[in-house]
Structures are given as C-alpha cells and as structure tokens.
C-alpha cells in the first residue's frame, strides 16, 4: 500500500503559485452572476430540469457514462453515495430508482444546486459540503454521511496540479476538475472507505477517471484487499482518455483454509468440496508440482496457495488461465521489488538482481472432473527467502528477499494475491467480465519483451526469438530462417538463461 505521509491539507502545494488575487477575484464576480438553466435526459428518457449556479461542474459525456452504468446496475433500494455530486442528477437518478441517496462536493455552490435540483425533481437527496482529502480536512463534514453504503460513485478531478490549463479559475470553480492532493485523491479515498469501513461487504464502487492512472488506482486497491477491474474506457470530446474502475471486496463468500504443511494446495483443493474464490494456502508444501508432473522445489520459506477459479456461470480455458494467472503474479511481486521481474511462458515468474536470474515463482493450473461438473484450480508458489543450501546452480532460484530491502510480509503479498486473482477472474453481480481476448494481447506483448531478458530461446537446437503467443496462448517463434513456428508443448523448447 501506497503510504499517505500529508501532514498539510494541501502537501507540498503554494497556493500562491496556482491562484492569484486576480484569478480570486474572477472567481467572487463569476459566482455572483445569474444561474443556468437547461434539460438533461437520463438513460430512461426521463427529462430532469437542472438549475446551474457558476463554478458548478454540468452534465457531460461523462456524466451520461455513470448514468448508464448505474442504470444496469439498477434499482437494488441500499444506501447510495455520489461524491463531487455537482449539478446533482446521478443522485437524483439514484433516488428516483429507489435508493437511499446521499452526495457530497467540496463546493458550496454545487451542494445547493443538488438540493435545489433534487426538491425541483421531487427526488430525496440529502447532500453535505465535504469530501475525501487529507486528515486535517475531515473536520468540514462526515462526507460520507456516517453510514454504510451499498454503491459509491465518483467523477474524480482529472487534471493534475502539474497539468494545469495556462488559464486557471479560483480554487472553488477548479475543485470539480483539479486533483489538488499529491498524494492522489482517489488513493486517499480508498484508505478512508477503508479505515471507515463505509462500503458494505458486497457493495461496489465506481470511479471514472484518467486511462493512463488506472494502473496505478488498481495496483493501490489490491494493495488494501480490494479487488478492481476496467469496465469501460471512452474518449472526450476534448481528447480525454477515460476508464471506468469499479472496485469491491473480493470473494466475500469464500472460505480460506491455511497450513503449515502440506503435501500439494493444488490437490489439497481439487480432492475438497469447494467453491467459486476459495483458497487453500500453506507455508511449505512436500510434493508441490509444475507442469507435465515436474516437481515444484519448495523452499524453506516460500508461499503456496491455489485458488478454486471457475464458476458454474462460466467455462474456463486452463491454459489461457494459467498465462494470465502469471500475469498478475508477476504484476504483484513486481510491485514488491524495484527489480526486474519476468515472465517466462507458460507458467514461470523469473527475477534478477546483480548476482543471478533465477525462478521466483511458478503457476499451475489443473481441473478435475466429475460427473457433469469440472473443477478449475490455479495453484501459485513463490520463493520468499532461501537459505544458502537451497540455492544451485543447476537449477537457479531466487528469493523474494533477494530482490528488495523492505521486510517481505507473507500476508501483505497474500492479501495483494487473493485481490488480484478476483480483479481478474471473480464473477460478480453488477461487475462486467474480463475482456480476456485483450488482457492476451498484453500477456503477448509482455512475453516476448521479457524472453531476451531471461536468456536464449532454442528451438530443435537452433536459436530463435520469441515474438509472442497465439490467441490460444501457443508460443509464437520466428527460427534464423524467418519462419514462424507455433509452439504448444514447453518440452520442445531449450533456455539458457542470463546468469
């Protein structure tokens, strides 16, 4: 988890040097003008009157992408929360389908226009002045009204106090559009809902806001438990380039069993009653395996722990599972060492330090069936720390430890695991499935980056290069003659690794 250090309400911010007296005073005459009126038309077709005070951020394209997305998720009757709620209409639209609603802005002006809106609409909104931000700041009001709440939406402010437009407002016109918090408000935000416990166990939150930050808004809610998935991206009229996040807690409904030892989690799932996002997780396994019956080398200290994946809503592919399950690890454990780490197809997670490559953590997936019903496992063992009799040249490993000098915490890496598997693989209600044909092509793209780096490639004992994997996730490799061989079986290919 990303830490929040802020012991300012605005970090490392002057002011002085983002808004003038001038820019003030603009902002003082600008809010003293007369409001707007207009028309927006809901999903539904139904027309809202909406009055509109200056500073107030109106409806928009984007406005109209959570509207639709809330309709799908439809009439559920819990507790809503709009923040930075604006003009108003997506909690008026959350009220008149029959939610509790409830909305916040850091602006003044946009918290009269959604009660003023909301009684013209004969909707029940209750809207505060407040919003999430650093500490210092939570004396303005319980944002988050002091409940619990089932589905929270926010518009975030996409534009960066290092990305201002050359003409700026005041402070209160530009808070609906300027993320003022280094820290990153949206990261405060998910510590807060956190700390708060403000999101009910199967509630979900959705927020919209720029492509190129939601990497990194993922990474920082699985860090916290949370699982988060990309359920629309959309471009602006101005350019824009926008993701939808919805973010919630992971396999709510799962049980975990945890051991010291243990023969193999894979079998230990496969022979149990279990079901969709259950994991079974042991300090040290005895007859860990890889792929083809290999043994898997478990060190003194490692992690291994296999998830129970497919759902009876949804067949699974074990072996474009198995790529994409190394895809995340490899994600995850990257995101716990500035080192390299790389993924080697089909199944192996390898890093380098100064001194070695060697394998950091392997996958495998299995299924078992019976009678009608097939059960798909994913089974991830990783090295933590190896003691000097474990290491060999023969067959190189390494530990997580020998990639970082911060503690490894086995369940800080668990809780970022189990969150990252259901970001990707979880089936849930009101939550869009994984667009897998996508997430292949960057698991492509990622192999055949990450080949050259590993070692040499051999095919039939000539050297080829790897330039990516079928839709089938079937190795690509173009051989010295230009010809495209396509691979389906790891045996026929021969590493030498970068030691």
Request: glycine share 6%; net charge negative.
């Amino acid at each position: 988890m990303e830490k929040d250090t802020s012991t300012e309400p605005f970090p490392n911010m002057n002011h002085a040097k983002y808004y003038s007296a001038d820019s003030i005073k603009r902002e003082i005459d600008y809010s003293q003008s007369s409001p707007t009126f207009s028309e927006w038309v809901d999903p539904n077709g139904q027309k809202m009157s909406i009055k509109l005070l200056p500073t107030v951020y109106p409806p928009r394209k984007d406005t109209d992408i959570i509207a639709n997305h809330l309709i799908k998720i439809g009439a559920k009757g819990g507790n809503f929360l709009e923040i930075g709620c604006g003009s108003g209409v997506i909690s008026i639209l959350a009220a008149r389908m029959g939610w509790k609603s409830h909305a916040c802005d850091v602006n003044p002006f946009a918290v009269a226009c959604t009660i003023e809106n909301s009684r013209e609409n004969y909707a029940d909104v209750l809207a505060l002045e407040g919003g999430p931000g650093p500490k210092q700041d939570e004396s303005i009001l319980n944002w988050w009204h002091e409940k619990k709440h089932d589905l929270i939406i926010w518009n975030l402010p996409y534009i960066r106090m290092n990305n201002l437009p050359e003409k700026t407002l005041g402070p209160i016109e530009e808070s609906a559009l300027i993320d003022n918090d280094e820290f990153g408000v949206e990261k405060r935000f998910l510590n807060q809902m956190m700390e708060k416990d403000i999101l009910n166990r199967n509630g979900i939150i959705m927020l919209l806001g720029k492509l190129d930050e939601s990497d990194s808004l993922i990474s920082h809610a699985n860090s916290l438990g949370l699982a988060a998935r990309i359920v629309e991206k959309v471009r602006l009229e101005d350019g824009d380039l926008l993701a939808l996040t919805k973010i919630w807690h992971p396999w709510v409904d799962a049980k975990r069993s945890d051991y010291e030892n243990i023969e193999s989690t894979n079998e230990e799932m496969l022979s149990k009653h279990s079901s969709h996002g259950d994991i079974v997780t042991s300090k040290h396994q005895n007859k860990g395996r890889g792929r083809s019956r290999n043994k898997w080398v478990s060190t003194s200290k490692c992690i291994a722990a296999t998830w129970h994946l497919n759902h009876n809503a949804r067949n699974v592919d074990p072996f474009s599972t198995q790529l994409i399950s190394g895809y995340i690890v490899n994600s995850v454990l990257s995101s716990f060492t500035k080192s390299t780490t790389m993924l080697k197809w089909p199944n192996d997670i390898y890093a380098s330090n100064e001194q070695i490559t060697g394998k950091l953590s392997g996958i495998l997936v299995e299924g078992k069936t019976k009678g009608n019903s097939t059960k798909i496992v994913c089974g991830v063992g990783v090295n933590l720390e190896l003691a000097e009799f474990e290491r060999s040249d023969e067959f190189p490993i390494i530990g997580l430890s020998d990639l970082t000098e911060d503690q490894v915490i086995r369940e800080d890496i668990l809780l970022r695991l189990n969150a990252a598997m259901a970001s990707f693989f979880e089936i849930k209600s009101d939550v869009e499935d994984l667009n897998t044909e996508l997430v292949m092509s960057d698991i492509s793209v990622k192999l055949r980056d990450d080949a050259s780096r590993i070692g040499q490639c051999f095919l039939e004992g000539k050297r080829c290069e790897v330039t990516g994997i079928s839709q089938k996730g079937e190795l690509l490799l173009k051989m010295p003659d230009g010809e495209l061989r396509i691979i389906d079986e790891p045996r026929l290919v021969q590493w030498h690794l970068n030691i």
